[in-house]
Structures are given as C-alpha cells and as structure tokens.
C-alpha cells in the first residue's frame, strides 16, 4: 500500500530544514476551508524532510487514511512549492493515549459533526468510518445540464418507494459527479432505510481483512443485511476474481431480500472488461444510465453557484469578472473537479493578493491546470467528440462497418487519441472495438499524410484539436 508507514530513518540524509509548515498549514486552511482545516489539517505536523520525501505525523490511522485519499496530493502541491525536490509524503502515527484504548478516535467527533449517522448501518472498528455520507454532496446542490439531467432523475426516482429499476448503474468519467449523486441517494434513502454506502476499494479491503481475521461470515452479515446496497467505483473488481465471486453473492443475496442497489463505474457494463459476464449482464440488469462529459453551460453554473457560496463563507473573496467566469468555464475540461480545482484557485488568488484577477492573469494562475487538462483527456472523450462533429454516433464510430464516412472519422479519432493522450497503440485498439493496433498504426499515418496534402481536411483535425484544448 501507498501509505504504508515507514520508520523513521535518522540517517544523514536527512539535511537542512526548508519547509515553513505553519506557513504550508495557512495555506491549506485557505485552499480546504476551516471545516476540511480544523477536522483533518490542523493535527498533522512535520516530523522529518529529506531530500525526495517529507514524513508527516498524523494523530490516528484514520485520520491519516482520509487524508492520504482526499487531500495528500494538495498537501503535496504546497510543500513542493517550497521545496520542488519533494516527490512523496509518508506518515507515521503518533498514537494518543485516548485513542489506543478506545476506538473513537481524535479528529472524529469533528467529523461526525459534518458527517450525518442517522440509519447508515455500523459494523465495528474501521468499517465504521467509511459508512458514511457526507451532507455537503445532495439532491439540491448538484447542478444538472443536459450531461447529466437523465443520472439526476434516475437518481432521484430510485429514491421513491416502490422503483421499479434496480439495480440502478450510473457511469461516466473521472470527476463527473459519480460520487456526489450516489451521496445523494444515500443521503435521502437514509432518511427511513437503513443504507450501506462504500466504495468498491474498500469493500475489497474489507473483504481481505476478513478473510485474514477469519470473520467471513461477519462480512457476509454485514453487507448482506442493508436495505439500500451502494457501491462506488466498481471498476477497481477488474481482474480480482476472487472478489467477484464474493461481489456476485453479495449481490444475489441483496437482490433476494429486494434491497435496492446502487452501482458506479467509470465505464459501462459493456467495457468493463476482466469482470466475469455473468457480473456485467447483473449490473446492466436495471437502469444503466450515463453522465456525459460536462458542456461549458453547466460548467459555467457551477462555477457561479460555487463562487456564490464560497463568497459567503470566505467574506474576504473577491467578486470575479463574468469573463474570468467565462474563462474557466472554457478552460476547464470536462471533469466538476477540475473545474472546481481551478475556481479554487483563483479564489486563494483573489484572498491572497487582495484584489479579482483580470483575464489575463486567471491564464496564467491556470496555465498548469489547461495544460494538465490537456495529458487527461480520454479516448472516449475524443471518440465522443468526433463522432459529433461528422454527426455519426459513437456506435457508429466503433462499429466494424467500413464506409468511408464512418472509416474517416475514425480514423481521426484514433490519430488524435494518439497524439493527445499517453495511451499506448494496443490501448487506443482496444477502446475501438478491440482493432489490432496495426489498425491504429494505419489510421495515424493516413490522416498524417492527409494532413500535408489537403488543406481543408488539415483545418478539420485543427478545429477538433481546438475542441480539446490544443492548438498548434
Ligand atoms: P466522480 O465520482 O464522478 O469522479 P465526484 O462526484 O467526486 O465525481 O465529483 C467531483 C466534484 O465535483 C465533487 O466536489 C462534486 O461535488 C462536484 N460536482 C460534480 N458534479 C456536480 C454537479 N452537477 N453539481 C455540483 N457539483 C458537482
Ligand atoms: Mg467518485
């Protein structure tokens, strides 16, 4: 595991000390909000640095486990703008008296402040903590546009009594909400259900752990008797065969007693490839709706019912200018996250220096951010993107049919999948309908060629680069 805590090494490695922490805690309490600072920040400290790695001391596991998968890589961020030298953060836990006889650690009475109990089922020890939902991700604060409208109302109708779909299989890419709508859900079925929220990481984990502790049948206790089953992430199963097997009875034994159940993927059951298809065909066995890739519209939205809120509670940030509103929303790509990353920092600017960017300094506070951006795009995303411009359909695009009006097209997916993404041939192949990537090959020298000799079919391929963010 990432996080694994390694002893302190005193060795003459270590060297002078450059980090300011209090400094890079300031920092964090204005990019993370007093809330995020007080609960999970304002504990950690500094213990040693060396040249490549910082060790932080956190007070308990878990705080150091949350930290590590929501904020370690901000944490990072700043340290590495004092110190560039630093690649990686390990901790070590400083166990607190209180916390080694009883298992209600430091840091989690703020949290459950902020995190609601109510009916959401408890098992003993660590599985504890990571049942639960957080209040800020629901129904009344998640903007729906046309990308997303279809995964809200799906959302919400399986919230009724009575749905008929189940289960309920929302899937999209990095950032696009996933994680807030299936929030959501379990914040509403909470209300009078009792509900099982986890992501599929950590049901593997916990899966291990039992079979380790020999408490298999606590496991199976546990996950089988909630009303409402919701699962995030369930890509990370791929390729583990022995946790789907007990996926699949987990899953059956939820369907018997009728329990609703929630999924979320990264890609429709269809490509979710390494997953026994006896799984996939259950998964798809509901409602299996899609959130697309965000357009600037709701981007835009966003952005402003963010600003709107974090005006309110930040009363020293500045009003932004509806073309820096613009700016970001043009900018950003399709991912809420990275969209809300950079607003975020706009804002920190805007705190900072005390005064509202103007266009041209927003570019250059997000000029990593654009590029960044740029390296994350995904082949889908392209695929999508392309077969809208020709006006063909993505099954078209991926369809073995060979007309040339679909063989165009898909071959310029494939050349600029090449050369926007880091994705291997054989990758790219894959993703287009398992093609060998000699196909791909193929594909990419064709519209080279094409693109030294015919003018207009060049300004194509720029217009769709355009599209992504990247010009020549
Ligand atoms: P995913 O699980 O698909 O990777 P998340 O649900 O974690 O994405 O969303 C990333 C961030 O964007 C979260 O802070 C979430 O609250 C926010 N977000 C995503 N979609 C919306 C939306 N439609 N309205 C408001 N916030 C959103
Ligand atoms: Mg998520």
């Known amino acids: 595991m990432k996080n694994k805590i390694n002893p302190i ?9 450059l980090i300011n922490w209090n400094e890079i805690k ?23 640095e060396y040249n490549h790695y910082v060790i932080l001391t956190a007070p308990t596991r878990f705080v150091r486990d949350w930290i590590v998968s929501r904020y370690v890589d901000k944490i990072l961020d700043l340290i590495q703008k004092q110190k560039q030298t630093i690649q990686r953060i390990e901790f070590e836990i400083k166990l607190q008296k209180s916390s080694i006889s009883n298992s209600n650690e430091a840091g989690l009475s703020n949290f459950q402040q902020n995190y609601k109990k ?28 046309t990308s997303n409208q279809l995964a809200f109302m799906a959302a919400q109708k399986i919230c009724e009594k009575n749905s008929s779909y189940n289960p309920l299989f929302i899937y999209g890419g990095v950032g696009m909400g996933k994680t807030h709508l299936l929030n959501a859900i379990g914040l509403k079925m909470s209300e009078n259900l009792k509900i099982m929220y986890i992501s599929a990481e950590r049901f593997m984990y916990h899966f291990i752990n039992s079979i ?27 390729g583990k065969e022995a946790m789907q097997e007990e996926f699949f009875h987990t899953f059956n034994a939820l369907v018997d007693r009728q329990s609703t159940i929630v999924i979320s993927s990264d890609r429709a059951p269809s490509n979710l490839d390494r997953i026994q298809s006896r799984i996939t065909s259950r998964l798809s066995g509901g409602l299996v709706v899609e959130i697309e890739p965000s357009d600037f519209d709701l ?5 402003k019912k963010k600003h709107e809120s974090t005006k309110q509670q930040f009363l020293d940030t500045k009003d932004l200018s509806e073309e820096v509103l613009k700016l970001l929303a043009a900018e950003s790509q399709a991912s809420i996250r990275d969209v809300i990353g950079a607003l975020n920092r706009i804002q920190a600017f805007s705190r900072i220096y005390n005064k509202s960017p103007n266009v041209t300094e927003s570019k250059i506070i ?60 054989p990758d790219i192949g894959r993703q287009f309908n398992n093609r060998d990537h000699t196909t791909v090959i193929h594909a990419v020298k064709t519209i080279e060629n094409l693109i030294i ?5 060049k300004k194509s391929v720029e217009d769709l680069k355009g599209k992504f963010g990247q010009k020549e």
């Open 26 to 48: 300031n920092s964090a309490f204005k990019y993370l909000g007093k809330d995020i600072y007080e609960s999970w920040i304002k504990n950690i400290e500094l213990t040693k």
């Open 453 to 457: 000799n015919d003018q207009s079919f």
């Open 366 to 425: 997000l000029k990593d951010i654009i590029s960044v951006n740029a390296r994350n795009l995904s082949i889908e995303n392209i695929q999508k993107t392309v077969a809208s411009y020709f006006t063909i359909s993505l099954n078209e695009m991926l369809s073995p049919r060979r007309s040339r009006s679909l063989v165009r097209p898909r071959q310029i997916a494939m050349y600029l999948a090449k050369k926007l993404t880091t994705k291997s041939l």
């Open 212 to 238: 380790k502790k020999n408490e298999m049948v606590k496991f199976k206790d546990f996950f089988r008797k909630t009303d409402v089953f919701i699962i995030d992430d369930i890509q990370f199963i791929r």
């Open 9 to 17: 090494k005193t060795s003459s490695e270590s060297e002078e000390n």
């Open 299 to 303: 981007r835009l939205e966003i952005i």
């Open 118 to 145: 109510g009916n959401v089922a408890s098992i003993e020890d660590s599985l504890l903590n990571y049942n639960r939902l957080d209040t800020k991700l629901n129904f009344e604060n998640f903007v729906t546009g």
